[in-house]
């Protein structure tokens, strides 16, 4: 028990002495606290010192911390305010994929030999970047909320809806497939969306004033989780980011009458 103990604790440890040493030097030197999470992982794995030889073993503890933060950036983005950013997301994040992959694509064409099918799956992957990572940096400039900001989250969200669409091209291009598992995947997609969107408009509030009636804040902090990881895991499972699910489920409870308290548990 002592041992299954120390190897939990132990890589934390070397984790969070990594992360308080190389966060506040490179945010001194102005480069921003993500490059230093990123410089600390770096020293602390196997590719430097070896502190930490199996990074799977923590991979999912670290997604948590993302999924947290994005359902906290979603609580401050109002459905009316994400509803009129929709000509940004459709708009601009369309045309940014759209150019990006196909910039992508020539160049793994001319420049690699690559056949056009492997040119374009190597493009759409590089197309789709790290919405937890932007979005931190943002955080960190008091960007989020500028002109500029918006239409990083823009394009954030909509590379982010664009994840099952481009695994169903990939599945139709696919010589090992016929191509029905991409328009299954993308039904699923669409569905858990919907199902998510559903729950969140009719089912949340009522849940948590049924929680609130206990007078117990255990309670109501064991009911955010809940929320968050439930929307989090349904939109994993629909072969969506687990980041996109918490995501949604903080701009749903945006308008609710429990969003501080919620805010500050999650915290």
Known sequence: MAASLGQTIGPAVVLMGAAVVAVPLFQRLGLGSVL??????????PSVLGLITDP??????????????????????????????????????????????????????????????VAFVAGAGFV??????????????GEISTGEGQKSVAILLFEDLMIVPLLAVVAFLSPLSQGEGGWTALAVAVAAVLLLLAASRWALNPFFALLARARTREVLTAGALLVVLGAALLMDAAGLSMAMGAFL??????????????????E
């Open 249 to 266: 489920a903080g701009v749903m409870l945006s308008s609710s009458s429990y969003r501080h308290q919620i805010e500050s548990d999650i």
């Open 36 to 45: 230093g999470y990123f410089a600390a992982g770096l020293l602390v794995g």
């Open 56 to 117: 799977e073993a923590i991979l999912h503890f670290s997604e948590l911390g993302v999924v947290m933060f994005l359902f906290v950036i979603g609580l401050e983005l109002r459905p009316p305010k994400l509803w009129a950013m929709r000509g940004q997301i459709f708009g601009l994040g369309l045309v940014q994929v759209a150019a990006a992959i196909a910039a992508l694509t020539l160049a793994g064409a001319a420049l690699f030999g690559l056949p056009w099918p």
């Open 128 to 141: 789709l970047s790290s919405t937890a990572v932007i979005m931190s940096v943002l955080q960190d400039r």
